[in-house]
């Protein structure tokens, strides 16, 4: 007769199993929230949402004019890069970001990107990034007010590609949606009750 092992408390249901894929599955927006968290806990301003919305929008631009989705990825922490070597060089953060757009849509123009997907993406980034600068430029108060919204507006983005599946890989624009929205619409209540 052979031994059958008893069962034991480390055995993992099939359907605990499941919930563990799933969960792993959702890693996007488990990174999208604790990088809003992270941001409103270390006292956001207008600034720091103005950067977010425009490193957002860079990513969607570099991934429609390089014709790779993985680029959107790389597109985040080389845009947080640019903002640090443009406070290092006394240049405003905006200005590089604006010469690395110009760059992208050349790029994608000499790449033979297709305009329909660089055009709405260099008009969103003037877009959210126009406003985010003017957000820089208010008063701290309306100025967080103002650059809550755009990001949380930048939100709406994220879900229309994310629902369409294009420009950017959906675990990106989930990542984008659960960084936007909550940390947008976080900061407008702060700034609606500050």
Same mark, same amino acid.
């Given at each position: 007769m052979a031994d059958t092992p008893l069962p034991t408390s480390d055995a993992v249901s099939p359907r605990e199993?499941?919930?563990?894929?799933?969960?792993?599955?959702?890693?996007?927006?488990?990174v999208g929230v604790a990088s809003a968290a992270l941001l409103?806990?270390?006292?956001?301003?207008g600034d720091t949402l103005a950067i977010t919305v425009?490193?957002?929008?860079?990513?969607?631009?570099?991934?429609?004019?390089? =014709?790779?989705?993985?680029?959107?990825?790389?597109?985040?922490?080389?845009?947080?890069?640019l903002v640090t070597a443009a406070a290092f060089a006394g240049v405003p953060?905006?200005?590089?970001?604006?010469?690395?757009?110009?760059?992208?849509?050349?790029?994608?123009?000499?790449?033979?990107?297709? =305009?329909?997907?660089?055009?709405?993406q260099a008009v969103a980034l003037v877009a959210y990034g126009g406003g985010a600068v003017v957000a820089t430029l208010a008063d701290p108060r309306p100025g967080l007010l103002l650059a809550g919204v755009v990001l949380a507006l930048h939100g709406v983005w994220d879900v229309v590609h994310y629902?369409?599946?294009?420009?950017?890989?959906?675990?990106?624009?989930?990542?984008?949606?659960?960084?936007?929205?909550?940390?947008?619409?976080?900061c407008v209540l702060l700034a609606l009750l500050g």
């Open positions: 199993s499941g919930r563990a894929r799933g969960l792993l599955r959702r890693w996007p927006s488990a409103f806990l270390l006292g956001p301003d425009v490193i957002a929008a860079l990513c969607y631009l570099s991934a429609a004019a390089l =014709g790779r989705r993985w680029v959107a990825w790389v597109a985040v922490p080389a845009g947080g890069l953060w905006w200005a590089v970001m604006a010469v690395a757009a110009v760059a992208l849509v050349v790029a994608g123009l000499a790449v033979g990107a297709a =305009g329909r997907a660089v055009t709405p629902r369409r599946d294009v420009v950017v890989s959906r675990p990106l624009a989930e990542f984008c949606v659960l960084l936007d929205v909550p940390l947008g619409l976080a």
